[in-house]
């Protein structure tokens, strides 16, 4: 641990530059451009996880104009309202998905960074891909904390402070919750049982604020000395720092007691993630919400009408590994576009290029998996029937 311990003072200042710099009242803060924004009609885009659904949720509750359109589903497709499967909205918000064409925010790491990779094509094409989203930063709002403290998908280093390995640590809730607050915009927080617990615990938050102390500990208090004190993100990162624990779980069990006594079926596992990312569980996790907050109907024409929806395919999608560590040949002989890059830098490069189209893209760094770039494309667009 003495590398982690080396450069905490570094990385504390990272932070505290990053998130002092775009959670402030600064016109050109990212959380001044969000409460700016607030205004408008926007339809969202949005994952289909507990971070994604509880994040849009919050947005709209502040946002009058914001409705959900679309889901991104781990089935490999794309949950759309009707009035956008023939056409896809110029003016979408991504919301727990990244993308260089439309405005954003999200919680992983998206760009690849200084270090060169020993492949040239694979090279050229993250140079290529870092631009593009340098050059998107410059025209969108591009709010992931990992653009603003340039943290690098290509270092994995623990003696580098700037490296994939000390990357914000949490979901995109916490992260939203704080740009909401920091611009004058904060949600109301109605119920105090679950809700603070569910917000602070999106994308594993309140495990990794133990499991990944040496990173954690830096990037919530400064998260929560940036927006101040008094605010929803101080008094979450109160509750799970003094936490007991058994503290989270009593919270589990006791929303567990309940589901059982309405006679309600399960939305969500005991770490509070969705236990499907069905059209079902979906439409049952909303509704919930919407009664645990009391924050408006997030989606298109209401929860209700998420029957009405299409699934739709993905236009396409990529998963490129640039390191040793991969699903076995199986899985590649089943994904066409899933690649080793050392094994074909031509395809893996191809592929890269093609994030500039996906309506999510991100590095996916460490894990038995191995590290690799993810990007999935928009849905397909039905051809209309000819009359």
Not at 44 to 72: C, H, K, R, T
Not at 91 to 98: C, K, P, Q, S, T
Not at 209 to 234: D, F, L, Q
Request: some cysteine; charged content about 20%.
């Amino acid at each position: 641990m003495a590398d982690a311990h080396s450069t905490a003072q570094t990385r504390r200042r990272i932070a505290i530059d990053a998130l002092g710099r775009e959670l402030s009242r600064d016109p050109t803060s990212a959380a001044s451009r969000l409460g700016a924004m607030l205004t408008q009609q926007r339809p969202m885009f949005v994952s289909a996880d507990i971070d994604g659904l509880v994040s849009a949720a919050m947005l709209a509750s502040v946002a009058p104009g914001y409705e959900i359109v679309a889901f991104s589903v781990q089935s490999g497709s794309w949950l759309v309202h009707p009035s956008v499967a023939h056409q896809i909205p110029a003016d979408m918000f991504g919301v727990d998905l990244f993308s260089i064409r439309h405005d954003n925010v999200s919680n992983h790491i998206v760009t690849w960074g200084q270090k060169r990779i020993q492949i040239p094509e694979v090279r050229d094409a993250f140079t290529v891909w870092d631009g593009m989203v340098a050059a998107s930063a410059q025209q969108r709002l591009l709010a992931v904390p990992a653009i603003w403290s340039h943290t690098q998908a290509g270092y994995e280093d623990a003696g580098r402070a700037d490296s994939a390995n000390y990357k914000y640590p949490f979901g995109t809730a916490q992260i939203l919750l704080a740009m909401l607050e920091a611009a004058g915009h904060g949600p109301k927080f109605y119920d105090r049982t679950y809700l603070p617990w569910l917000v602070a615990n999106c994308d594993g938050g309140v495990e990794t604020y133990g499991k990944y102390a040496n990173n954690a500990r830096v990037w919530w208090p400064v998260m929560a000395g940036a927006v101040g004190p008094g605010s929803i993100t101080e008094q979450l990162y109160q509750m799970v720092d003094t936490a007991r624990p058994h503290d989270f779980l009593d919270a589990v069990h006791r929303l567990d007691r309940e589901r059982q006594a309405s006679d309600k079926s399960r939305w969500l596992n005991d770490k509070w993630n969705l236990i499907s990312p069905t059209r079902q569980v979906i439409k049952d996790t909303l509704t919930w919400l919407v009664e645990l907050t009391g924050w408006r109907d997030p989606v298109r024409d209401g929860i209700d009408h998420l029957d009405t929806w299409v699934e739709l395919p993905l236009v396409g999608s990529a998963q490129v590994y640039y390191t040793t560590a991969a699903p076995g040949a199986a899985a590649f002989a089943q994904n066409p576009t899933w690649v080793k890059a050392k094994e074909n830098p031509t395809l893996a490069a191809q592929l890269i290029y093609g994030a500039a189209d996906a309506l999510n893209a991100n590095f996916f760094v460490g894990g038995q998996s191995g590290s690799r770039f993810n990007w999935v494309g928009p849905w397909v667009t039905p051809i209309p029937a000819t009359p």
